[in-house]
Each structure stands twice: as C-alpha cells, then as structure tokens.
C-alpha cells in the first residue's frame, strides 16, 4: 500500500523559509508528476507546483520566483523550497503523485503558517 507522509511545515514569521517534503513508502511505478497543493479553510484547494516527468515545471504566479519544487526519485521523495514567505502563504500543503496508469496517491497535508 502506497502511502504519502509531508513533512516540514511549521510557524515561520514573514521572509522566513521552509522545506516541505513529501515521502512516499511502499511501490510506486512510473512516477508521471509530483504536485503540490495548499488550502486554507473555506477556500479551494490551489496547485502551488508541479514537476512533470521529472524535467517540466509549472509555478502559480503566487509563488514563482519563490517556491521551488525537487524531487529524489531514488528515495520517492519530492520537495517544496519555499523562501520569502508571505502571511498569505498561510496553508495546509498537500502533496500529491500521479503516475502513467492513471494512479494518484495523496499525502494528508502540513500545516504552513507565516506569521509575526
């Protein structure tokens, strides 16, 4: 059984970093993309990054410039550099991977608070 466990996250005051980091334990085959997403209560959940076929990456404009995502595909482990947070950084991140059969696997989210 695949299960995947973020890590990371914390209280960081405003212009801070974290690295969040998204393991994956049991087998996974084919790894197509690595995505991370965030949420805050009562909104929609936004996708922050994305890493597609280990070379390609999107960004949402929020955090381009800022955020950058990584991945080890030898420890099935990808990874959120997340420098000058922002209070509106403010978010549960969630990781998810999707490989070429169609399979997704969710993690079950890090809280990320940027606040003074």
């Known amino acids: 059984q695949v299960q995947l466990v973020e890590s990371g996250g914390g209280l960081v005051q405003p212009g801070g970093s974290l690295r969040l980091s998204c393991e994956a334990s049991g087998d996974i085959f084919g790894i197509r993309s690595m995505t991370w997403y965030r949420q805050v209560p009562g909104k929609q959940r936004d996708l922050v990054a994305r890493?597609?076929?280990?070379?390609?990456?999107y960004y949402a404009g929020s955090v381009k410039g800022r955020f950058t995502i990584s991945k080890d595909y030898a420890k099935n482990t990808a990874y959120l550099q997340m420098n000058s947070l922002k209070p509106e950084d403010t978010a549960v991140y969630s990781c998810?991977?999707?490989?070429?059969?169609?399979?997704?696997?969710w993690g079950q989210g890090t809280q990320v608070t940027v606040s003074s």
């Open positions: 890493l597609e076929s280990g070379i390609a990456t």
């Open positions: 998810s991977i999707s490989t070429w059969d169609r399979r997704e696997y």
